[in-house]
């Protein structure tokens, strides 16, 4: 086959198409005719396949030249593949262990062929079903603190950093789909938008005419567009992650770009928050699902207080990049001034992360793009009365994240809506 010409696979083509690949037939065994090939890919973009032989299985995962979930009518470029591939490789490298390992990566098909995980299931599923995972918090604490740092001005050598800025920075309509569909869209009546209604609407209605609101909204996209400070995964919410009781692991960094370390933070947050909100609409009898709420709270603190240290331990540790050097502050004998800039650094990122999480919350209620969490509580009113905290815990934080100086306060307030 022509090597230039793309072709979407089939669970009939695949073991024809790439049964010769040596790393694969390695992995899950050589006699292609044996394979059996499954379609699970239940993402909104691209096509996902668990191939088995005899001796093991692989996921093969290809982008389709449009947005799956909309149809051919919405084009999206192959190369999103290319960028997942390479953000795969450099997450593996900065948290090792934390993102599926790579088979093999074949360019023109936008095929990425990767480790399968099992018996792992996706997170947003297990919270919809109560499970509380007890390694989480810290595992996507550590992985943030790691990825983002080393990804960063503070750790890469600066010549590396511009190359690979001015590489990712071809992801553009990646890009541009966060830029519309999180920071514009769900402040006014966009085309694709939906929400619940009518029960919704008096807030929407509210929210779409809040000043602070839109304002704070374009605050943190010009942050999002222009900050430039670490490769972040970009799409990192409870979908992008695969669990165990035992492991976490990170899949799907499609969307990967340079921007603020806030950036994945915020989304990760996000999306425990609206966990939290979407309980009452899947819990059995009122206050069923009490522990688990309070597990999400705490997990929530956990990320945030792992990552803080982790950060920490890593300015101390692998501060070799062109900012806030040694040689200015620990090298002359004043350790206190490396602590002071990166007290300075991480309340940053503490606050810039509190705007993200409010518009990643305000966008999976009233854009495109919704979440399992709520989409699966059946009745109308009881999902709107669930999204609708959400909606208000949202505007609070990107609102007011100057003025909340802990996530204690936002456990309080959260307790109160709830
Ligand atoms: P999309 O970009 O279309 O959202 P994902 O990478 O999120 O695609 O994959 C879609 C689904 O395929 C995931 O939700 C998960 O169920 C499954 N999947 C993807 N990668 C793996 C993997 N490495 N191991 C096991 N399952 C996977
Ligand atoms: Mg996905
Ligand atoms: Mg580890
Ligand atoms: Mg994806």
Not at 125 to 135: D, H, S, T, V
């Amino acid at each position: 086959m022509d090597k230039q010409v793309f072709e979407a696979l089939s669970a009939e083509t695949l073991p024809l198409r790439i049964g010769g690949n040596a790393a694969l037939k390695e992995k899950i065994g050589e006699n292609c005719e044996r394979w059996t090939v499954n379609e699970v890919g239940d993402g909104n973009l691209n096509l996902v396949f668990i191939v088995t032989g005899d001796k093991g299985s692989a996921i093969i995962k290809q982008a389709l030249p449009y947005v799956r979930l909309v149809g051919e009518s919405w084009p999206l470029p192959l190369k999103r593949s290319f960028f997942e591939y390479h953000a795969l490789v450099r997450q593996g490298a900065r948290d090792p262990g934390m993102v599926p390992e790579i088979v093999f990566f074949d360019v023109e098909q936008a095929i990425i062929v990767m480790e399968f995980l099992t018996p792992h299931v996706i997170l947003r599923r297990a919270l919809i079903e109560g499970r509380r995972l007890p390694k989480i918090g810290r595992d996507l604490g550590l992985f943030a603190a790691r990825t983002l740092f080393r990804g960063s001005d503070f750790s890469m050598p600066t010549r590396e950093k511009k190359a690979d800025v001015a590489l990712f920075a071809d992801n553009v309509e990646l890009c541009d789909i966060t830029e519309n569909l999180v920071f514009s869209d769900p402040y006014f009546e966009a085309e694709l938008n939906r929400h619940t209604a009518p029960q919704l609407d008096p807030l929407v209605a509210e929210l779409r005419a809040d000043r602070d609101l839109k304002v704070e909204a374009q605050r943190l996209k010009h942050l999002f567009s222009a900050k430039a400070e670490t490769l972040c995964h970009g799409d990192l919410h409870t979908g992008s992650i695969m669990v165990t009781d035992d492991e976490t692991r990170i899949i799907d960094p499609e969307f990967a770009f340079y921007g603020p370390i806030s950036f994945d933070v915020g989304m990760l947050l996000a999306n425990f928050w609206m966990s939290y909100f979407s309980q009452s609409g899947h819990e059995a009898e009122r206050g069923s699902r009490d522990e688990v709420r309070s597990y999400l709270l705490d997990t929530i603190e956990t990320i945030w207080e792992t990552f803080r240290v982790e950060f920490s331990r890593l300015w101390r540790t692998e501060r070799r990049g062109i900012l806030y050097q040694a040689s200015l502050f620990e090298d002359r004998g004043d350790p206190l001034a490396a602590e002071q800039a990166l007290n300075i650094v991480l309340d940053e990122i503490y606050r810039e992360m509190l705007g993200f999480a409010g518009v990643e919350i305000h966008r999976r209620i009233l854009g495109l793009a919704h979440n399992a969490d709520f989409e699966m509580i059946a009745d109308p009113d009881r999902r709107a009365n669930c999204e609708s905290k959400a909606l208000k815990l949202g505007r609070h934080i990107a609102v007011n994240r100057h003025r909340i100086h802990s996530l204690r306060d936002i456990r309080e307030t959260a307790e109160r809506l709830q």
